[in-house]
C-alpha cells in the first residue's frame, strides 16, 4: 500500500473548476460602486456601460445598505440603487427629500 506523494518542491494540482463557476478569489474582489446626484425627477439610471449603451433601469429606495456605504454617503441618508448597474445616487439637493413626507 503505497501512497503516492508528490515529488519536493512541486505544486499539486488544483481541483477542476465546473463550467459556469466562478472562482473563490474572483469573488472575493469587491467592485468600485459609483456614486452620484439624482437629477431633478429622475427615476432610471443615466449610466452607460463600455460601448455607450444606456442602462435605464429603475432607481430604488435602497434601505438597508453596509456600512461602508454608510461611512461613504453618511447615515441615516436618502440613497438610491439602480436595480441593474448598483450605481449610487444621493437625493437632488434642490427637491424636497421623499422621507417623512407624511408628518402631521
Known amino acids: 500500500m503505497a501512497e503516492e506523494t508528490a515529488p519536493?518542491?512541486?505544486?499539486?494540482?488544483?481541483?477542476?473548476?465546473?463550467?459556469?463557476?466562478v472562482p473563490a478569489a474572483v469573488e472575493a474582489v469587491p467592485q468600485e460602486t459609483k456614486i452620484k446626484?439624482?437629477?431633478?425627477?429622475?427615476?432610471s439610471?443615466?449610466?452607460?456601460?463600455?460601448?455607450?449603451?444606456?442602462?435605464?433601469?429603475?432607481?430604488?429606495?435602497?434601505?438597508d445598505y453596509p456600512k461602508d456605504v454608510a461611512g461613504k454617503i453618511g447615515k441615516d441618508a436618502e440613497i438610491y440603487r439602480c436595480e441593474f448597474c448598483k450605481t449610487l445616487y444621493k437625493p437632488d439637493p434642490q427637491q424636497l427629500p421623499h422621507s417623512f413626507?407624511?408628518?402631521y
Not at 37 to 43: A, T, Y
Not at 46 to 52: F, H, Y
Open 8 to 21: 519536493q518542491g512541486t505544486v499539486p494540482a488544483a481541483p477542476p473548476v465546473a463550467a459556469g463557476a
Open 45 to 63: 439610471c443615466d449610466e452607460k456601460d463600455a460601448k455607450g449603451k444606456l442602462c435605464a433601469g429603475h432607481l430604488k429606495r435602497w434601505y
Open 37 to 43: 446626484v439624482r437629477k431633478p425627477r429622475q427615476r
Open 101 to 103: 413626507t407624511l408628518n
